[in-house]
């Protein structure tokens, strides 16, 4: 059985910046990933510090290469199962291989459920967006439509105001939200949307149910995200609804740690509306005290 101080499950940003922070540390470290980030779909990543309009899959490689040259290990896997050993954890991959770890950290991110609406996913990651601050710029000043999934859509209407001044809210048969759009002075089209409008593979508009088509170039949406992750259940922990109505996360304390010991997380399975910077961030954190656990055990008590 291969054997290892820490197994991150999960090979995004939150997982490779993990990975990263632990090979620099002399941590022995491997980073399992299933290879199916969640922002696959978009062209470009911005916010990020120094590499704003990097694409996704060049972002992953150069993280994935500096893992590996700093002497940490990546498995292109899926982690089918995850359980308690001793002091440690058994960790099976792809249902037959197993592997050993003192402590893991699960970064398996989120999937985005999006509605069966036509021509919604088709567009999604290009003029279909959810986040005004990962999309915000590419689609500024065009005619945004916002299409209610749930109450969420009214803040992202107010939000996305700061990016165009054409933004409609298409309440969606969601209740309550043309009385509020109304009083906010949100244009607002009522009604069910039943397909988005393409033109030579574009974003066109919005059509609803009885067939009228209203012109935008941009939809926004916010839609639910849920953990893809059945081995959790082997460790004793579960997703819960995020307090936000916005699907599902992980609970962890500030620091990291879930409510089994040695079990850790970051990144969007823990907080789904973070950016790749702040899934970094978060995974960097909770991989130096995780250093600094192993450091401190190497120094002997008086």
Not at 35 to 43: D, E, K, L, Q, T
Not at 111 to 126: F, H, K
Request: proline share 6%; aromatic share 4%; hydrophobic share 45%.
């Amino acid at each position: 059985m291969d054997d290892f101080d820490v197994i991150v499950i999960g090979g995004g940003a939150a997982g490779l910046s993990a990975g990263l922070m632990l090979a620099r540390a002399r941590v022995s470290v491997l980073v399992v990933d299933a290879g199916a980030p969640r922002n696959a779909r978009a062209g470009e990543v911005h916010g990020l510090f120094g590499r704003d309009g990097t694409p996704p899959a060049e972002l992953l490689a150069r993280g994935r290469a500096e893992v590996i040259g700093y002497g940490g290990g990546i498995l292109d896997s899926t982690v089918t199962d995850a359980r308690p050993d001793r002091d440690g954890f058994v960790v099976t991959v792809d249902g037959s291989r197993r592997l050993s770890a003192r402590r893991l950290i699960v970064t398996t991110g989120l999937v985005d459920e999006i509605p069966d609406i036509p021509g919604l996913r088709e567009r999604w990651g290009a003029e279909v967006v959810h986040c005004p601050f990962c999309h915000g710029w590419e689609v500024r000043d065009t005619a945004i439509g916002v299409l209610a999934l749930s109450g969420r859509a009214m803040h992202q209407a107010l939000l996305f105001h700061q990016w165009s001044p054409d933004v409609t809210l298409f309440a969606n048969d969601q209740p309550g939200l043309a009385e509020e759009a109304a009083e906010r002075g949100i244009p607002v089209v009522e009604g069910a949307v039943e397909a988005v409008e393409l033109r030579e593979g574009r974003v066109a508009g919005l059509r609803l149910a009885g067939g009228e088509v209203h012109p935008v170039e941009t939809v926004v949406i916010g839609p639910r995200s849920r953990i893809v992750a059945p081995f959790l259940s082997g460790l004793g922990l579960a997703p819960v609804e995020h307090p936000a109505g916005i699907g599902e996360h992980l609970p962890t304390d500030q620091q990291g740690r879930t409510s089994v010991p040695g079990v850790w997380a970051a990144g969007n399975v823990t907080d789904p509306s973070a950016q790749v910077g702040m899934a970094a961030a978060a995974a960097a954190l909770v991989a130096a005290q995780l250093a600094m656990e192993f450091a401190l055990e190497k120094v002997p008590q008086r």
